[in-house]
C-alpha cells in the first residue's frame, strides 16, 4: 500500500476493512493487517472464499434491485474500493444513479473519496452507522438522495463488527424508519452454528484490538430482515425454499439457495438476503 496515510491512522492495530481488502486480494493493507489475518486464515482458510462469496453477493444483489427500479443508494460500512463497486452496478441499469458511501475508517475516507466519487452522482461520508441522524442530515445525504423516494439500504458484512451494546439491531430499524415504503435493505452477516468457531473467530478480533462485535447465530443475524419482506433468492424470483441464505447461493445461476453451506465442514459463512419495506 501507498505509505501515505492520513493522520489518525493507527499502522499497529489491523482495521476490519484493511484487512477484508486484503482477503479480496486488495492491496491497500498494512504489514499489521497481513500478519492478523493469517492468523484467521491457519485455522479458517475458508475465509478467502466466503470474502469473495460475498462480494459477489453484492454484485447480486445491487444488479437485481438496480432492476426493479431504485436509483438511491446508501452503502453503510461501504469498505475500500474494489473492483465492482455499488455504483458501478447500478449505474449498468442506465438510469440517474446516486449513492452515499459511508464508513468509520479514515483509510477507507482517502480512497473512498477518491475512487468511489469519480463521477456525479456518489458521494462518501465518514460517519460512524450508529449516528443514523448525523448520517441523513449530511449534506453529501441531503444533496443526493431524496428520502421521499424509495433508497436502497445496504449493511453488507458490517454488523458483525458492533458489539452487542452498541445494539446493532436498532441501528437497521431506525435507518429503515426514515426510509418510505419500498425501500430495500440489502444485508449480510458473519455467522456460524458452531460456538467453537464463533468464540475463537470473536477473541482472535478483540484480542487484535480491532472494534469487533462477534459472530452471531443465523437465528441471530436474521433479526435484521424483521418487519420487512425478503425476495426470493432464486435468480428467476421463484416462489419456493429459503430467502435468507448463504451468500455465496443468492440468486446465484448455478446454485440452489441453501440456508448453510452444503459441506458440514464449513460452519463460518454470510447469511444474507435482499428485503422490501412494505
Ligand atoms: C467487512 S467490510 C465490508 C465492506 C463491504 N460492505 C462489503 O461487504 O464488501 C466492513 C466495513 O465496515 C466498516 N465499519 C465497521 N464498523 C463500522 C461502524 N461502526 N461505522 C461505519 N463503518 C464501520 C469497516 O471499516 C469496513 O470497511
Not at 472494534?211 to 443475524?221: I, L, N, Q
Request: aromatic share 6%.
Amino acid at each position: 500500500m501507498n505509505e501515505r496515510f492520513p493522520p489518525g491512522v493507527d499502522m499497529r492495530t489491523p482495521s476490519v476493512a484493511r484487512m477484508y481488502d486484503y482477503f479480496l486480494g486488495g492491496k491497500d493493507n498494512f504489514a499489521v493487517d497481513r500478519e492478523s489475518a493469517g492468523v484467521l486464515l491457519e485455522r479458517i482458510p475458508e475465509i478467502i472464499t466466503l470474502s469473495l462469496g460475498n462480494r459477489a453477493f453484492l454484485t447480486r444483489a445491487v444488479d437485481h434491485v438496480a432492476q426493479q427500479g431504485v436509483v438511491q443508494y446508501l452503502d453503510l460500512g461501504a469498505g475500500l474500493p474494489t473492483v465492482e463497486n455499488t455504483h458501478n452496478v447500478a449505474q449498468r441499469a442506465g438510469r440517474d444513479v446516486r449513492v452515499v458511501y459511508v464508513d468509520n475508517d479514515p483509510v477507507v475516507l482517502v480512497h473512498g473519496r477518491a475512487l468511489l466519487t469519480d463521477r456525479v452522482g456518489t458521494a462518501f461520508v465518514l460517519s460512524d452507522i450508529r449516528d443514523v441522524d448525523g448520517i441523513l442530515a449530511s449534506a453529501e445525504v441531503r444533496a443526493l438522495i431524496d428520502l421521499d423516494l424509495p433508497v436502497c439500504l445496504m449493511l453488507v458484512s458490517i454488523l458483525h463488527c458492533l458489539p452487542d451494546s452498541d445494539r446493532p439491531f436498532d441501528v437497521v430499524r431506525e435507518t429503515l424508519e426514515r426510509l418510505p415504503s419500498g425501500s430495500y435493505l440489502i444485508y449480510s452477516h458473519l455467522v456460524s452454528d458452531d460456538s467453537g468457531t464463533a468464540t475463537w473467530l470473536t477473541e482472535q478480533m478483540q484480542g487484535f484490538g480491532t472494534p469487533w462485535g462477534r459472530v452471531r447465530s443465523p437465528r441471530e443475524a436474521a433479526a435484521a430482515f424483521d418487519g420487512l419482506v425478503p425476495v426470493s433468492a432464486w435468480p428467476d424470483g421463484r416462489e419456493e425454499g429459503p430467502r435468507v441464505v448463504d451468500c455465496a447461493s443468492w440468486r446465484h445461476p448455478d446454485r440452489s439457495p441453501v440456508e448453510r453451506p452444503t459441506d458440514e465442514k464449513t460452519t463460518l459463512w454470510e447469511l444474507s438476503g435482499v428485503a422490501v419495506k412494505p
